[in-house]
């Protein structure tokens, strides 16, 4: 044993050849174990992040107050008609509907399902998710039908000097 | 029942817990509970130390049982 130690048996990188013991790389009890710990380890360092952002939504931080932003004016928008904008992002899309002479409606327009735009249906008077079906109801954005379980958020608007302005987004209760 | 088997059992609980509330906890975020998403996440940090306890205490039992022997 000790005259194989010793000699250099050939020119090799990859170190291997000094494993001889039978079933020497097999993963034993302990080695299982230790793997099992290892994952409860990485199991709580995951799940921290979704802590601290579910405890910064409870302590309100992220509720802020976004410029005002013109949507429209009010005389080219008729009654039961919908404008797309962009609010609060650039690349958030939303939808405001004009369901009578005084009363505004504004949703983030991703669906809560799966994030396709939803659009208004003046006919049927319903906000649709087209790609599974999603309804939305207009005066809540609460959903009535298909996948969606969650409501729309609403935004926000108020109507100064002849224009729609979105205002903030509202946080929507659970 | 065996001790060694006890130890081993009881990690995979752990495991097996560790995976049922980080399911919960996406979920209620995802509902929107932020508290209930903190209680499961606070759960599944407080798993860790317990399965490293199990572990070394596991470690050490093994331990002896060799000198005993």
């Not at chain 1, 802020?64 to 650039?90: M, S, T």
């Not at chain 1, 958020?153 to 000097?161: A, G, Q, S, Y």
């Not at chain 2, 009881?10 to 097996?16: E, P």
């Not at chain 2, 130390?49 to 331990?63: C, G």
């Amino acid at each position: 044993m000790s005259e194989k130690n010793n000699r250099i048996p050939f020119d090799e990188n990859n170190y291997t050849h000094n494993i001889h013991r039978n079933n020497e790389r097999k993963l034993d009890r302990r080695g299982f174990m230790k793997t099992l710990v290892g994952a409860a380890g990485v199991f709580a360092v995951s799940s921290l992040p979704w802590g601290a952002v579910a405890a910064k939504e409870l302590m309100g931080l992220s509720e802020k107050e976004y410029p005002h932003k013109k949507i429209a004016d009010l005389n080219k928008i008729g009654i039961g008609e919908a404008v797309d904008f962009k609010f609060p992002g650039e690349h958030d899309d939303a939808l405001l509907i004009r369901l009578s002479e005084e009363k505004f409606v504004a949703y983030n327009s991703a669906c809560t399902h799966l994030q396709c735009p939803v659009f208004w249906v003046k006919e049927e008077g319903e906000m649709i998710c087209p790609c599974h079906h999603g309804k939305f109801d207009v005066e809540s954005g609460s959903p009535v039908a298909g996948p969606p379980r969650r409501p729309l958020p609403t935004i926000e608007v108020k109507v100064e000097n002849g224009a729609v302005y979105a205002v903030r987004v509202k946080r929507y209760e659970s | 029942m065996n001790r060694r088997l006890v130890n081993f059992i009881s990690l995979l609980i752990c495991l097996f817990l560790n995976i049922v509330f980080t399911q919960k906890m996406v979920h209620q975020f995802k509902f929107e509970n932020y508290d209930v998403a903190i209680m499961y996440c606070v759960l599944n940090l407080i798993l860790f130390p317990i399965a490293l306890f199990v572990f070394k205490r596991d470690e050490k039992q093994s331990e002896v049982n060799r000198r005993e022997q």
